[in-house]
Nanobody
Framework: LQVVESGGGLVQPGGSLRLSCAAPGFSLDYYGVGWFRQAPGKERERVSCISSSGGSNRYADSVKGRFTISRDSAGTTVYLQMNSLKPEDTAVYYC???????????WGQGTQVTVSS
C-alpha cells in the first residue's frame, strides 16, 4: 500500500487549504487514518484522525474549530480541510493509514504547508 498526500502549498495567514490522502488502487475504508505534522526542529505531532467507519474524529487542541477531517463516499480519499491558517501551522503534513489489529501501518512522504504573508 502506497499512501500519497497532496494539496500542500503556500498560503497567507487566515487562508485555507485542503489536503488529500489517497492510496492509489486501494480503498482506505478499513483503515484508521491520521494526519500528522512536523515543523523544523520540532517533533512530529498528530493533528487529526478518523476511524475506519468515519464515525469518530479527533483533533489536536491547536487545530480544533479550524481543521476538519473527512472521508469521501467512495472510500478512496481522506481529506483535511484547514481554515483560518496561522504561521504556526507551517509544517510538513503526513498521512498515516493503519489497521492496528493486523499490524498494517503506512506513511506517506509528506506535503509542505507554508503559512506566510
Amino acid at each position: 500500500l502506497q499512501v500519497v498526500e497532496s494539496g500542500g502549498g503556500l498560503v497567507q495567514p487566515g487562508g485555507s487549504l485542503r489536503l488529500s490522502c489517497a492510496a492509489p488502487g486501494f480503498s482506505l475504508d478499513y483503515y484508521g487514518v491520521g494526519w500528522f505534522r512536523q515543523a523544523p526542529g520540532k517533533e512530529r505531532e498528530r493533528v487529526s484522525c478518523i476511524s475506519s467507519s468515519g464515525g469518530s474524529n479527533r483533533y489536536a487542541d491547536s487545530v480544533k474549530g479550524r481543521f476538519t477531517i473527512s472521508r469521501d463516499s467512495a472510500g478512496t480519499t481522506v481529506y483535511l480541510q484547514m481554515n483560518s491558517l496561522k504561521p504556526e501551522d507551517t509544517a510538513v503534513y503526513y498521512c498515516r493509514a493503519e489497521i492496528g489489529s493486523v499490524g498494517y501501518d503506512y506513511w506517506g512522504q509528506g506535503t509542505q504547508v507554508t503559512v506566510s504573508s
